[in-house]
């Protein structure tokens, strides 16, 4: 089985899943690809990309900030996967995506901006059309960790459909990874690509 190993330690996100779907690109008959990193993030990153393809996964902490992440490759496995991935949305549904790049809204005063985003994030929820995904990053992450005051809005959201997806780079930087209450882990690689396929982005 061929092998292919891949050095992303130091690399930030999204190059390592970078690297590792270049990596799974060169595979011939599938096979296994072996990606070095430092941080858990980018494990987290691999491991939710190796979900969605249907990739084997196996990680081992070789050291305290060195991590092997073992991505098995089959080439059957990963045609069903893009298969299965593309049943998921119906080419005639519309999404919606809602774009929170900041933890207040508007320039001006930070604390009107922050009134004006909690209520943003409340009407948000008494909308008969929901978004179906909420994106945060910089220092919109904040909104969706412990001490935020729309974090009652977010679980209303969430309970209702709608997939709240946090930066994980993001979180890494303003400390508050161990913080998150609601929706999940992305990366900036995904972020592109969703707001790239979105219908609509509203950016508050």
């Known amino acids: 089985m061929e092998k292919k190993i891949v050095y992303a330690i130091g690399d930030v996100c999204p190059v390592p899943l970078v690297k590792a779907k270049n990596a799974i690109a060169e595979l011939q008959n599938g096979g296994k690809v072996e990606v070095l990193v430092d941080n858990e993030i980018a494990v987290q990153n691999l491991e939710k990309m190796a979900q969605q393809k249907g990739y084997g996964f ?75 995904t909420i994106l945060c990053y910089n220092s919109g992450a904040k909104l969706t960790c412990e001490g935020s005051e729309s974090l009652e809005d977010f679980r209303n959201l969430a309970a209702r459909g709608v997939e709240i997806l946090t930066c994980g780079t993001c979180l890494n930087f303003y400390g508050i990874t161990e913080k998150l209450q609601v929706g999940g882990v992305t990366n900036m690689y995904d972020i592109v690509e969703r707001m790239s396929r979105a219908d609509r982005v509203i950016r508050p």
């Not at 299965?84 to 774009?99: E, F, G, I, Q």
């Open 58 to 132: 196996l990680v081992k902490k070789e050291k305290e900030k060195e991590y092997h992440v073992e991505l098995t490759v089959s080439e059957a496995g990963t045609v069903k996967a893009e298969e299965d991935t593309a049943c998921l949305v119906p080419s005639a549904k519309k999404t919606k995506l809602v774009v929170l790049s900041a933890d207040h809204m508007g320039e001006g005063a930070k604390e009107l901006g922050n009134i004006l985003m909690k209520s943003f994030l409340y009407a948000l929820t008494q909308q008969d059309e929901l978004p179906d």
